[in-house]
């Protein structure tokens, strides 16, 4: 599909999604990017994936597909049984209550959660001892616009700054901090205006950030 197409299907999706399920378009594109996600963690032979806040397991059923070992976990007791349901290796549990050894993972993933946490730097902070050296924590989080606060369990958007700052205070390196649109035509981009622009153009799904951070 050419880029240019491929970008106005993606920037002319509705922006109201109902929770745990996808379908048509919308869930090949989520589909795809999983995978890309996946790709981007660069995860040697054997390499394990924590997918927190996993919903229904749909990056789980990505990893899968892709060979990669990867589990997930949540909070939402619902979440949880259609992720079980579908096969897939998942508990309800956070980051407080993970039953996993220190330094088990070498990628965690967050998907569309940090915007929903209190203290989002307690949590990553928490999450980060379960990381091995050298993996990878991958988030993603909406941008300050009008359709941000529709969610009532938002808490806080985020901007390309505010994801450069997580980075700091975690003491991580920060890779890659991009547009999701622009993660899944190949290129880097997080030009704070943009975000504004998109908002103001009622195309909010385009805004959404994705970034990747490396423990030393």
């Known amino acids: ?19 745990l399920k996808y379908s048509g378009f919308f869930d090949l594109l989520r589909k795809y990017y999983f995978k890309k996600i996946l790709i981007s963690c660069n995860l040697n032979p054997g390499g394990r994936v924590l997918d927190y806040g996993c919903g229904p397991g749909d990056l789980l059923i990505v990893a899968k597909e892709m060979g990669v070992e990867a589990v997930g976990i949540d909070s939402s007791p619902r979440s949880v049984e259609i992720a079980y349901s579908r096969g897939l290796e998942v508990c309800l549990a956070d980051e407080k209550s993970l039953n996993y050894p220190l330094n088990s993972f070498d990628a965690i ?11 989002p730097i307690d949590t990553l902070n928490a999450l980060k001892s379960f990381l091995r050296p050298g993996g990878v924590l991958v988030l993603s989080a909406p941008t300050p616009g009008p359709h ?33 649109f622009a993660f899944l035509l190949g290129f880097t981009y997080s030009a704070a205006f943009i975000f504004k622009l998109m908002n103001i153009l009622s195309l909010a799904l385009g805004s959404n950030l994705v970034a990747f951070y490396r423990k030393p």
Request: glycine share 2%; hydrophobic share 45%; aromatic share 10%.
């Open 109 to 119: 993933i967050l998907q569309s959660v940090i915007e929903h946490l209190d203290k």
């Open 148 to 180: 941000f606060w529709d969610d009532p369990t938002h808490v806080r958007p985020f901007t390309p700054a505010s994801m450069h700052t997580l980075g700091e205070l975690l003491e991580l390196k920060t890779e890659r901090v991009t547009y999701v």
């Open 1 to 19: 599909m050419p880029s240019l197409v491929f970008l106005i299907l993606i920037l002319r999706l509705p922006n109201k999604i109902m929770y």
